[in-house]
């Protein structure tokens, strides 16, 4: 018999907001051990480079690597793995496929070019990032999905070298992982994970070009490594655990909102899946089914310590108090399981990604719908963004002045420089009023 009971808060009670907070912030304890080991793997294969690097895989990947090209993956391996797989799964790969594509090409950005009312040519352009690397998880759990949702989008921005990395045993079971990395067009693949990896793509080797950008999730060592190689590489985010919160009123069906919170709480042992409803018997009936599943899912170990140690229930007293505790938490994935749910879209500033009424699960975005799965997590949606193709941009202004409209500026120019103290910066200016 079952005697763990999950946490239940109402916005009623006092000190709600503190009580909230404390919930909120209890998974974000740094870790010292973590940050250290990788502080010394990022100086190993700074120091030794590539002979470091090859020494980690063998210990820590447990992969066979006297060279770098030992665990480098071909494009002809890359494609078998493609065309050897079952052809319903192939074509469900190839619609998540077109799928992430067909939306990513819709975020394009353009630039522009413009002269202003003196003349003066001002304008912005967009330039792919010429080599970005993907980590790829390649433990207990392959996740191929992972592999389109980051990779695609690059290819879609016109990254030219795509560069994936992943410590995953060359078997039947990785297939599925070398076939996303096929449909995504990566550039090179090398069997290796781990925050050596990380070091490796950022700062490079004798035989691994170094990248301008890291983007992936992966564990708390590959999380850390990107952490602290921000700066000499660009990085997408530094992902914590996955995390839902839903809003359901009592029309649901309860065994659906049940499973919806166990298909983030199966992630990981440190996921959150939380509750918000104003229904105390409608809550009650979704706990009920969330014991029941979690006798039979294959998964019930990890899923079971993430919802009894993380999960929340959220009583409110009226549903439109879900607008302000929603932009709170930030949530990785907010489901809205109400009547009229694009009514609140406006409303919702604070979310990774939303997913509009009972028939929309957050998995289906997780999967195939189109909208990136890669998400700000741990509240940071307040500020940050899903992955997208602008992140594979750069952005580069210009400017362009005539002798007039030079002439027509600098005055203004020279007096800030004045101003400032910088007397070569106004000399540069008044130099050329002279010609």
Partial sequence: MNHQKVKYLFSYENQFDDKLNKFLLKREIENIEVTKTVSEIINK????????????????????????KNIKVDQKSLKKAFDDLPIDLKNAMRTASNRIKSFHEKQVLKGFNYEDEIGVNLGLKYDPIKRVGFYAPGGKALYPSSVLMNIIPSLVAGVEERVLVSPIILDKNSKILLAAAYLSEVTEFYRMGGAQSIAALAMGTVSIKRVDKVVGPGNA???????????????????????????????????WIAIDLLSQAEHDENAQSILITDDISFANEVSEHIDKLLKILPRRKIASKSWYNNGLIIIINEMKEFITITNHIAPEHLELCIENPKSYLNHIRNAGSIFLGRF????????????????????????????????????????????????????????????????AHRISINIRNKV
């Fill in 360 to 423: 929309t699960p957050e998995a289906i975005g997780d999967y195939i719908a189109g909208p990136n799965h890669v998400l700000p997590t741990g509240g940071t949606a307040r500020f940050s963004s899903g992955l997208g193709t602008s992140d594979f941009l750069r952005r580069t202004t210009y400017v362009q002045c005539n002798e007039y409209n030079l002439n027509e500026l600098s005055k203004h120019a020279q007096l800030l420089a004045d101003a400032e103290g910088l007397d």
């Fill in 45 to 68: 294969i700074k120091v030794s480079g590539e002979n470091e690097l090859i020494s980690m895989i063998n210990s820590f990947d447990k992969i066979s690597c006297k060279e770098i």
């Fill in 221 to 255: 060592y590959v999380a850390e490594a990107k952490r602290q190689l921000f700066g000499k590489v660009g990085i997408d985010s530094v992902a914590g655990p996955s995390e839902v919160l839903i809003i359901a009123d009592k029309s649901n069906n309860p065994e």
